[in-house]
């Protein structure tokens, strides 16, 4: 997509379009009258023109799949919804890496956000706005997501072009990390005309509040990820992957594509264990995460180690993307690889039911089946981030009815109230209240059963699709107004 002489190349991500129609079995007549409402309110209103999301991946992370699946709804809405993701050097990836962290408050590789790093930024993005200028025009609208777009917005604004600002994370509390982010940051969104944040506890003093948005993230119920799945084919894929014991005869492992086609399960996990994979009557804790220090896998293991393995026959199990397959996170391999030492040195009976997967990245359809499946084999799902966004990996476990142990940050705790869908760990540190929380709901089955079906009570209500699209309808005609 891009000229070569400029050195950049833009990928254009494609997805299909997919009716919300579908959505009407789930989300009752009522909810899908209103959002047909709205929905024809945009079409009216962005007629002629493009809606343009950038940012810097089309796998890994979950800015990646909400993009996937908005984008396809917003096209079978009769919008001209688009995506392109950026080029970066790996020196750009450690700079926007660097101001990733210390948006969430901690101070990742602890390396400058000074003038060099600075205009290196510039640099590559002044490249990648060129290159964006060709295919945008005036009043169209983009959306630029997280650090990596930010130095974007100048550019686009000049041109004419609507530019939206969302940014997917946040701290919970402000400090000199967060400070320098913004710092860094805020000479490049001074022009925007929008900002779209995930709480409104994120937003910095310095917006204009008129200009302020907050919208949740949510999930689609029917995509790859999250779309039902029988306990037979459950078992099938997680055989066929190597993530349960046994070589039972099973079926094809199964599913729909995302663009209703049907699909099969071709490749299989790369997984670190002692001895053979889970049993599959075996209670199963799972931690699905990229292999980011803020997700704290380590941690997880540590203390299922210290205070759950020992007390039954549960197994963990740590997943996470092949890190190969995420070109906009140096710290992937650094933090498998301190996963994996953190492995090594436990004791073998603790080691043998503690097992680290790499899923398989080259087909996106078949790496959210094989997530879909862990989590619907799950007893307990995990996420005891140290920081978090937003946390869709909760949503995902909620909307399958599945118990959560997680910490109490970010918008984990707009997801579940505690001790009504699941149970939160105020301090995230605290390996001892983690593996007492896990034990507790493998212990008492009903308990855990019924935090489940609460978590899919409220998953439905707040965090499904179509409310977000409709929130993001609603922004997209507010601006129109404005100009």
Not at 118 to 137: D, G, K, P, T
Not at 140 to 167: E, M, N, Y
Not at 454 to 459: D, F, S
Request: net charge negative; proline share 7%; charged share 20%.
């Amino acid at each position: 997509m891009a000229r070569a002489g400029h050195g950049v190349r833009l990928e254009e991500v494609h997805v299909p379009a997919l009716t919300p129609h579908r959505l009407g079995p789930l989300i009752g007549p009522e909810r899908a009258e209103r959002f047909e409402t709205i929905a024809q309110g945009a079409r009216e209103a962005l007629a002629g023109r493009s809606v343009l999301n950038v940012n810097s991946t089309a796998s890994g992370g979950g800015v990646a799949e909400m993009l996937r699946t908005l984008l396809s709804y917003s096209r079978g809405a009769g919008v001209d919804a688009q995506w392109i993701v950026i080029d970066g050097d790996p020196e750009f990836f450690t700079i926007t890496k660097r101001v990733h962290n210390k948006l969430h408050g901690v101070p990742g590789d602890g390396g400058p956000l000074g003038g060099d790093e600075r205009r290196h930024y510039e640099e590559v993005l002044r490249a990648n706005a060129e290159e964006l200028l060709a295919v945008v025009r005036p009043r169209d609208i983009v959306l630029l997501h997280d650090p990596q777009t930010a130095g974007l917005a100048r550019a686009l604004a000049r041109a004419g072009v609507i530019v939206v600002w969302r940014c997917h994370i946040g701290a919970d509390v402000v400090n000199t990390h967060v400070e320098q982010a913004w710092g860094f940051l805020r000479p490049y969104l001074e022009d925007v005309d929008a900002y779209v944040f995930t709480r409104a506890a994120y937003v910095p003093d310095w917006t204009d509040p008129l200009r302020v948005f907050v919208i949740p993230p949510s999930i689609d119920p029917l995509s790859p990820k999250n779309q039902p799945m029988s306990a037979a084919n459950v078992d099938a894929i997680l055989h066929y992957v190597g993530l349960l014991e046994g070589h039972r005869p099973a079926p094809v492992a199964a599913y729909t594509r995302e663009d209703g086609s049907p699909g099969r399960i071709d490749r299989h996990v790369d997984v670190l264990q002692t001895g053979p994979p889970p049993p599959p009557d075996a209670p199963l804790v799972v931690q699905v995460s990229r292999w980011d220090p803020l997700k704290d896998m380590a941690g997880v293991m540590t203390g299922f180690a210290d205070y759950v393995d020992g007390t039954g026959s549960a197994h963990l199990l740590l997943a996470g993307p092949a890190v190969t397959g995420v070109a906009d996170d140096p710290e992937g391999a650094a933090t498998l690889q301190n996963c994996v030492e953190v492995w090594r040195r436990l004791p073998h009976a603790e080691r043998s039911r503690i097992h680290l997967a790499c899923l398989p990245m080259r087909n996106a359809d078949e790496n959210a089946v094989i997530v879909n499946a862990i989590q619907r084999h799950a007893a307990v799902v995990t996420q005891k981030s140290i920081a978090e966004g937003f946390g869709l990996t909760v949503a995902e476990a909620m909307w399958k009815a599945k118990p959560v142990v997680a910490s109490a940050v970010g918008g984990i705790v707009d997801q579940i109230v505690r001790g009504e869908q699941g149970l939160l760990i105020d301090d995230p540190h605290d390996l001892a209240a983690f593996g007492q929380a896990v034990r507790r709901l493998l212990d008492d089955p009903p308990y855990a059963v019924d935090l489940g079906a609460n978590a899919q009570r409220r998953a439905t209500e707040e965090f499904l699709v179509d409310r977000h699209l409709a929130q993001y309808a609603q922004l997209f005609a507010k601006l129109d107004q404005a100009r």
